[in-house]
């Protein structure tokens, strides 16, 4: 019996040896060595003229990317931010006129697109606000007056031309836009369709394309079911579900589709739980928890939910770690 147990533990012992050898067991990671984070939270830090990654709410894996001007790695007032599936990083650099693609945090593979000059409308872009892109690498950005796609190419290769452009520049009383129309967020759905918040006429828009087929508006002014106040980022899940930063309500709202179906609000004005500070950028995450940049508090703030679940902020009021100047554009990836 005795020597049938030794037997037993000997061939134990073996195959656990053979399983460790042929990598079939789990080690631990080496020191020093760790996983990357599933997904990771960008941030444009508008008045620190920076973009922020952080890998969770912790502020865990703070790193920023920018200064002051317009060169290489500098921004002036950032807007929009948009990180695609290859984590290359899009940045609307609003008071440059410009747009920035970036391979990493480091800057590396810099591309720009737009100059700010003193002579009106000599850019593609004036003061660029929400900026996205498909899964081609076309860009869309939406500015103070239009609605621009910049061809993956020319973005690559960082030069004009190869632009379409949406104007309500000269046609702000169309028969389809019986109102001024001033983009400012900008999302995309997974069928390509193309979103945009209207802060002139209170209200969110979405088109099948860029000629503005299948025009679809909703909102007007006010702070009920249905109304705006300086809507600004916007954002779209997996499911259809829209989001808006309603900022001058002080509030976020999700709606269903475009007929304002499912309508939730969340938000008064303030600096406690379920409170914001004309928040400005929103997004999503795969787990459906929704992300504010609450600008006006210098923070952002990650909910399970639209009942406020699981409320968390970072920040405060400042240029260092954990520290924002009116975080402005937000995005997860």
Known sequence: MRGRLLGLLGAMLLTIQIGIIGGSAQTPPSPGTSSPPSFQIYVTDFTNARVVRMDDMTGAGWTTLGTE????????????????????IYVADSWNDRIVRMDDMTGKGWRRIGEHSSYLFTSPFNAPDGIAADEGGNVY??????ITRVTSNRMSQGELGGLSCLSFRFALFSARTPAPV??????????????????ASFRIIRMDDMKAAGWTPIGGPGNGAGQFRYPRGIAVDSTGHIYVADSA??????????????????????????????PIGIAV???????????????IVRIDDMTGAGWTTLGTLGDGTDQFGEPFGIYVR
């Open 69 to 88: 001007g317009s060169g290489t790695n500098q921004f002036h007032e950032p807007r929009g931010v948009f990180v695609d599936a290859a984590r290359r």
């Open 141 to 146: 950005v939406a500015d103070a007056a239009c």
């Open 182 to 199: 001033s983009p400012g967020g900008l999302a995309l759905d997974a069928m390509g369709r193309i979103y945009v918040t209207d802060d």
């Open 249 to 278: 309500n002080d509030r976020i709202v999700r709606i269903d589709d475009m007929t304002g179906a499912g309508w939730r609000s969340l938000g008064t004005h303030g600096n406690g739980t379920n409170q914001f500070s004309a």
């Open 285 to 299: 995450d795969e787990r459906s928890r929704i992300y504010v940049a609450d600008s006006g508090n210098h923070r």
